[in-house]
């Protein structure tokens, strides 16, 4: 997994009216901690963290964080453990970056993206992707942004398993090998009886609302 590098620098202020005023400056929130460290208020250029998100692309980021203070710059590796997403507009409210060692293992949710066309949609199946990560332990090095699943081969009724997942060296799975990632399932047809029996329904409760209509009247 690649590297990146972001710098931020600690804030003294907390509370929402210092959050708000930070992000009137194009600044965003943040917080580093882990096992060995203290928590400590950050904030983190927006462009430049948008800018990582775009340029990596994946949820689970290392990244070696630069800390400014008044005493230098203190280097840390990091994990982005969470990002707060305004609710309604693209806006970056808080960012969470966990310490991590390269000798350690993490347990990491990783994505799983379905590539190709199986066989049996091309004759009318409907591809359900039931399962979207899988819980894997690693060590940081080993750390991958997502994992494919090629379903080219399934026909209508076939599915794939976590067991059938070829996994890339150094990772381990946290689930039951039996979870089901992805199935073709048959296509779903409504019946002409099923439709003509709708359609009298609807014709009926019209007929009972033009009736009621009139006695009001």
Request: proline content about 6%; overall charge negative; glycine content about 8%.
């Amino acid at each position: 997994m690649a590297r990146y590098a972001l710098t931020a620098r600690i804030r003294p202020e907390k509370g929402k009216g210092a959050a708000k005023k930070l992000r009137r400056e194009k600044q965003i929130p943040a917080v580093f901690y882990g096992p060995g460290s203290k928590p400590t208020m950050l904030a983190v250029n927006t462009s430049d963290l948008s800018g990582l998100l775009k340029e990596a692309g994946g949820e689970n980021v290392i990244l070696g964080l630069n800390i400014e203070s008044d005493a230098g710059v203190d280097t840390r590796t990091v994990m982005l453990k969470e990002l707060q997403i305004h609710p309604i507009k693209p806006i970056i409210l808080h960012a969470d970056f966990h310490e991590i060692s390269m000798d350690k293992e993490l347990t990491v949710d990783i994505p799983i993206h379905l590539v190709n066309t199986p066989e049996g949609v091309t004759r009318g199946g409907i591809l359900q992707h039931v399962k979207r990560e899988l819980s894997v332990t690693c060590l940081p090095d080993k750390l991958v942004e997502y994992l494919e699943v090629d379903v080219s081969g399934l026909d209508i009724g076939d599915a794939v398993h976590i067991s059938d997942i070829k996994l890339p060296e150094g990772l381990e799975v946290n689930e039951e090998d039996h979870l089901t990632v992805a199935v073709v399932s048959p296509p779903t047809v409504i019946s002409e009886e099923v439709e003509e029996e709708v359609e009298e329904e609807m014709e009926e409760e019209g007929e009972e609302t033009e009736a009621a209509s009139e006695q009001e009247e």
